[in-house]
Structure formats: structure tokens, C-alpha cells
């Protein structure tokens, strides 16, 4: 069976919760918790109630939802939610930014992030995640 792989947003709310949404389906798929984890988890039970609705009616999965996988894309606050080993004060300096500002990100404290700001973030997280990559312990 072809896999379908599809784009989730996780975005952490004014409220506080964390939630999740397929911007590029035509069936909605949506995932909330006080975690990323937990969104995740009500995220993907979404997914199995939603695939279990058309079965269990006999009814033919749509296109779009079969052997579907999805690519999850974060927000700041969502991001250092599920990456929480990550220590704010440290990365911040790594990226050459105001620490302090970097925790209003991950708390969801300030609404406006730049993109260029978000980019130098993301450059970082890429050169990190490639470092560790290639890292060999002895």
C-alpha cells in the first residue's frame, strides 16, 4: 500500500493548550492537549477513530487517509514543549539571541516572531541535529 504523508501543524494556543491540524487534507483532522504529547496521542486517535468511522460502516477509505503518515511542523512553544531536554539559556546563546526572549517564545508570552528570527532558530536546530548526526562516541 502507496503511503500518503500529509503536513500537521502544532501550535500552542492563547489558552495555553497545544493543538494540531491538517492544513492540506479535505477531512479535518485535529489533535488538543495541555502537552505536545498529548496532542499528539489525541492527535493520531483522530486519525484511527476517523479511518475506523468509514470501516465501520463499510464504506470505502478515502484516497487521501489511506497508509496516510504525516510530517509534523512546530511553532516555538510547541517545538521546546516536546524538545524540553533542550536548555533555553544555552541554545540561545548558540544562536545569538536574548535568552529572555527565547523563553517569551517557548512560553508563548510574545504573539510576534519575525521570520528572519525563526529562521536563524531553525538554521541552528539543522546545524545542531546535523552535528549530533554525524557525532561517534569512542
Known amino acids: 500500500m502507496k503511503t500518503n504523508r500529509s503536513t500537521a501543524l502544532i501550535e500552542k494556543g492563547k489558552d495555553g493548550v497545544f493543538g494540531i491540524f491538517t492544513p492540506e487534507l479535505?477531512?479535518?483532522?485535529?489533535?488538543?492537549?495541555?502537552?505536545?504529547?498529548?496532542?499528539?496521542?489525541?492527535?493520531?486517535?483522530?486519525?484511527v477513530?476517523?479511518?475506523?468511522s468509514y470501516t465501520g460502516d463499510n464504506k470505502e477509505v478515502p484516497y487521501e487517509l489511506r497508509g496516510i503518515t504525516f510530517e509534523y511542523?512546530?511553532?516555538?512553544a510547541s517545538f521546546f514543549d516536546y524538545y524540553d531536554?533542550?536548555?533555553?539559556?544555552?541554545?540561545?546563546?548558540?544562536v545569538g539571541i536574548n535568552a529572555s526572549l527565547l523563553r517569551q517564545y517557548k512560553s508563548?508570552?510574545?504573539?510576534?516572531?519575525s521570520e528572519s528570527q525563526m529562521?536563524?532558530?531553525?538554521?541552528?536546530l539543522h546545524k545542531v541535529g546535523s552535528e549530533l548526526s554525524?557525532?561517534?562516541?569512542?
Open 26 to 47: 479535505n477531512h479535518t483532522i485535529i489533535g488538543e492537549g495541555k502537552t505536545v504529547i498529548e496532542a499528539k496521542d489525541d492527535f493520531q486517535n483522530s486519525v
Open 49 to 52: 477513530e476517523m479511518i475506523a
Open 73 to 76: 511542523k512546530y511553532d516555538i
Open 85 to 94: 531536554f533542550i536548555n533555553i539559556s544555552k541554545f540561545a546563546a548558540r
Open 108 to 113: 508563548g508570552t510574545t504573539n510576534y516572531i
Open 119 to 124: 529562521k536563524k532558530i531553525e538554521n541552528a
Open 134 to 138: 554525524n557525532l561517534q562516541l569512542v
